[in-house]
């Protein structure tokens, strides 16, 4: 907890050591979001997540702020820096608040910055209302597609919307929103929807005391760290469900009706009048799918099952049960009556006042507005 120099509440940030011990089993990827608070004294409610084995929502820290701004974000990145460390290919999705760009660039330069690609969207529909309600396929399908020349065909059909729209895009870089131009593995992951889902599921807790909230989170992880724990002691399978899923439909799309050897490690897949060439010992594809997500695509399981080898050898670690299980291996304890805490005598010796929040007249906003094309 930070305070001013009047006593007054500043910053406040927390991270279980159940998320402490888990992140390191999970992607590399760290969603951050904020949102109002809505109790007496206002403020902002930050927050950063990322995902299981399983796609699971995985919470990593929260944060009470005044507002968002350059101070106050910077203040999460570098507790998030001190607390987490920076990952190798480390990759973190935002959404495009000034604020956060701004103090990802100055705390965590070296990690991959991407953009959550629905807020990019939402953004191109501001700006180019006229064909808003057009553009949703296109962009997603040029911001999720593996490959290059794919990409080019669908900016080509923005192109025939609004000229404007490759200019407005190319100003970003295309490897902050481009799944097949990032620096750093985005996996099957584009949207910021986990930090946007925990949010959701704070919503009414945003209305309490700081204290109460951080409470409500507490408990909120320790409930989904016992029921993700449950279910992958359950599961049979050598990969998570969903994972698992996912590689069965590859399994369907495979063929190997045109499969021509070129060594030992790679293979070409010929697909009507589409080649692929698979290199196994590297494990990628020409199509892009293998490498990006980590899992055999079409192509490269077509090979696999050709050869009679172990599928699973060539997945990665992240997607196991007992990855999963491993992520889920800390506990988040109860918190006890206050009489029975045993609290240093520094701490009790501290003096905090309400935060110099002006406190806002009316009915506080329970939503947020929505746009008129997404009603």
């Known amino acids: 907890m930070q305070i001013e120099e009047d006593k007054s509440f500043k910053y406040l940030f927390v991270a279980l050591d159940a998320s402490i011990k888990g992140l390191k089993k999970c992607k590399p990827i760290i969603f951050v979001d904020g949102t ?6 206002g403020g902002t409610f930050l927050y950063a997540c990322t995902q299981d084995g ?9 944060s009470v702020v005044d507002s968002e701004n350059n101070s106050s974000w910077q203040w999460l990145f570098t507790k998030l820096r001190e607390t987490y460390r920076i990952r ?7 959404d495009r608040h000034e604020s956060i760009i701004n103090a990802a660039a100055q705390v965590v330069p070296k990690i991959t910055h991407g953009y959550c690609v629905y807020h990019l969207l939402s953004n191109l529909k501001a700006t180019f209302k006229k064909n808003a309600r057009k553009i949703d396929k296109l962009f997603f399908a040029a911001a999720t597609t593996y490959i290059e020349r794919k990409i080019e065909y669908h900016m080509s059909e923005l192109d025939n919307l609004d000229i404007c729209v490759r200019p407005y895009l190319q100003q970003f870089g295309y490897h902050k929103w481009s799944r097949y131009h990032s620096k750093h593995n985005r996996y099957s992951t584009m949207t910021s929807n986990n930090a946007e889902s925990l949010n959701a599921e704070n919503l009414e807790a945003r209305e309490l005391p700081i204290t109460t909230v951080m409470e409500s989170l507490r408990a909120l992880i320790q409930q989904w760290t016992y029921t993700n724990r449950k279910k992958a002691q359950k599961t049979t399978t050598f990969l998570t469900p969903t994972v698992e899923k996912k590689l069965v439909n590859n399994f369907v799309d495979s063929s190997t009706e045109n499969l021509k050897p070129i060594n030992e490690s790679m293979f070409e897949v010929v697909e009507l009048t589409r080649s692929w060439v698979i290199n196994l010992k590297e494990k990628t594809c020409s199509c892009n799918q293998f490498q990006i997500d980590e899992l ?8 696999i099952k050709e050869m009679n080898l172990n599928v699973y050898n060539y997945c990665s670690n992240y997607y196991t049960t007992r ?3 491993e ?14 805490w045993d609290v240093p005598q520094n701490i009790k010796d ?20 929505i746009a008129d094309w997404d009603t």
Do not use: D, M
């Open 323 to 325: 990855t999963w299980l």
């Open 54 to 62: 399983n796609g699971h929502i995985f919470p990593l820290a929260f």
């Open 36 to 41: 109002f608070l809505k109790s007496k004294y």
């Open 88 to 94: 190798q290919e480390q990759c973190l999705i935002l």
């Open 350 to 369: 501290i003096l905090v006042l309400p935060p110099n929040q002006k406190i806002r007249s009316g009915r506080p906003r329970k939503r947020r507005f």
């Open 296 to 303: 055999p695509c079409a192509h490269a399981l077509a090979v």
């Open 327 to 340: 992520t889920y291996s800390g506990s988040t304890y109860l918190v006890h009556n206050h009489t029975a």
